[in-house]
């Protein structure tokens, strides 16, 4: 059990770093250096752990049928996450609708993590051999690591942004 402990801890302390680079991103104003240094920060940062977090948790509880909804949903919420990402991104950081758009994100993505460190965590805890643990332990670091290096900040052009 010790080790399982040891990736939610570690997914944990991601989710610890996104809330406070929320927190500062959202005491920011404008299109400033400030704001665009802690956008992309926080964006390479979820998109990385969220990669990370598919291919070395996910992938294993969704073999677990017990785990299995809570799995795909947690998934979709991912692309979902990914998508208002890209939309940030690609709106105006000076306009009202950036600063909207920015909201709903920050409400949608704590609402994600709060599921997951409260219910879903938990819950798979329960069910994780020391298979599973050794699989996880070798997988996230390594995947998110390779993943933020690649992780695009503005996929979409500003053309393309919802409205």
């Known amino acids: 059990m010790a080790a399982s402990s040891a990736i939610f801890d570690r997914l944990k302390s991601d989710h610890d770093r996104h809330r406070d680079l929320l927190e500062k991103l959202g ?16 964006t390479r940062e979820v998109k990385a752990h969220a990669a990370a977090e598919e291919q070395a948790l996910y992938s294993t509880m969704m073999r677990k049928p017990a785990t299995t909804d809570e799995t795909r949903h947690s998934v979709a919420e991912h692309h979902e996450i990914d998508e208002a990402l890209n939309d940030l991104a690609a709106t105006d950081m000076s306009s009202g ?44 670091d390594r995947r998110k690591r390779e993943e933020k290096a690649d992780a695009e900040i503005t996929p979409e052009k500003a053309e393309d942004a919802k409205e």
């Open 27 to 42: 005491n920011t104003s404008g299109d400033t250096e400030e704001r665009r240094k802690l956008f992309e920060a926080f």
């Open 97 to 140: 609708a950036w600063l909207q758009k920015f909201k709903a994100l920050e409400h949608d993505y704590l609402h994600h993590i709060e599921e997951e460190e409260d219910d879903h965590f938990p819950e798979f805890a329960k069910l994780l051999s020391a298979d599973d643990e050794r699989h996880m332990r070798e997988v996230f």
